[in-house]
């Protein structure tokens, strides 16, 4: 059989089990132990001061009534930075690759923003859709332009995710295949590729952290506007 760059975005399985599904219970493995401590030890130390200053950072923009959605959008965070990591892993895939998750993700939680809007305060949020002093002849185009760009909001969010790694893995898929198959030929050229490959996966690593919070933070904006 034949295989493709894109076979990486297929769940590999063993014994009719997905490899990813096994690879999700390694961060089971952080979880602290029942104690009648808080903090244990310096690793659920780390893991609150983590959670503490994402929390933070997401929940400085809001009021408090916006507070309200702390857990969902750490919880949120969480979970995409997880996947993501994961899936740089050998033998697993990133769910996160497929456009169908990350729209799942993305239009329930758009939704919740701009209903929590119209019910919270109407006005102000069918405001946005007319910038304030706007010519009459232009009323009807710019009320057009930001309603398409209000309801494209959810599909920029899955894409920009979907794309950025998936692009990430096709690089390295590319890089890696060439420095195996440049290996017997030239080795200095597929040591330096190696090289490029080692730098690749740490920025691979860094993008899978950055867009996981761009994810979560693009939806704290959204809340933002609507209370």
Same mark, same amino acid.
């Given at each position: 059989?034949?295989?493709?760059?894109?076979?990486?975005?297929?769940?590999?399985?063993?014994?009719?089990?997905?490899?990813?599904?096994?690879? @999700?219970?390694?961060?089971?493995?952080?979880?602290?132990?029942?104690?009648?401590?808080?903090?244990?030890?310096?690793?659920?130390?780390?893991?609150?001061?983590?959670?503490?200053?994402?929390?933070?950072?997401? @929940?400085?923009?809001?009021?408090?009534?916006?507070?309200?959605?702390?857990?969902?959008?750490?919880?949120?965070?969480?979970?995409?930075?997880?996947?993501?990591?994961?899936?740089?892993?050998?033998?697993?895939?990133?769910?996160?690759?497929?456009?169908?998750?990350?729209?799942?993700?993305?239009?329930?939680?758009?939704?919740?923003?701009?209903?929590?809007?119209?019910?919270?305060?109407?006005?102000?949020?069918?405001?946005?859709?007319?910038?304030?002093?706007?010519?009459?002849?232009?009323?009807?185009?710019?009320?057009?332009?930001?309603?398409?760009?209000?309801?494209?909001?959810?599909?920029?969010?899955?894409?920009?995710?979907?794309?950025?790694?998936?692009?990430?893995?096709?690089?390295?898929?590319?890089?890696?295949?060439?420095?195996?198959?440049?290996?017997?030929?030239?080795?200095?050229?597929?040591?330096?590729?190696?090289?490029?490959?080692?730098?690749?996966?740490?920025?691979?690593?860094?993008?899978?952290?950055?867009?996981?919070?761009?994810?979560?933070?693009?939806?704290?904006?959204?809340?933002?506007?609507?209370?």
């Amino acid at each position: 059989m034949i295989l493709t760059f894109f076979d990486q975005f297929s769940s590999p399985y063993l014994l009719g089990i997905p490899l990813i599904l096994l690879s @999700m219970l390694f961060p089971t493995l952080l979880l602290p132990t029942p104690n009648n401590r808080w903090i244990t030890n310096r690793l659920s130390t780390l893991q609150l001061w983590l959670i503490n200053t994402i929390t933070k950072q997401l @929940m400085t923009p809001l009021n408090k009534p916006g507070h309200t959605w702390a857990l969902i959008l750490t919880s949120l965070m969480t979970l995409l930075l997880t996947i993501n990591l994961l899936g740089l892993l050998p033998y697993t895939f990133t769910p996160t690759t497929q456009l169908s998750m990350n729209m799942a993700l993305a239009f329930p939680l758009w939704l919740a923003t701009l209903l929590t809007g119209l019910r919270n305060q109407p006005t102000t949020s069918l405001g946005h859709l007319l910038p304030e002093g706007t010519p009459t002849p232009l009323i009807p185009a710019l009320i057009m332009i930001e309603t398409i760009s209000l309801f494209i909001r959810p599909l920029a969010l899955g894409v920009r995710l979907t794309a950025n790694l998936t692009a990430g893995h096709l690089l390295i898929q590319l890089i890696s295949t060439a420095t195996i198959t440049l290996l017997p030929i030239m080795p200095t050229v597929s040591s330096l590729t190696a090289m490029i490959l080692l730098l690749l996966t740490i920025l691979e690593i860094a993008v899978a952290m950055i867009q996981a919070y761009v994810f979560v933070l693009l939806l704290s904006l959204y809340l933002q506007e609507n209370i």
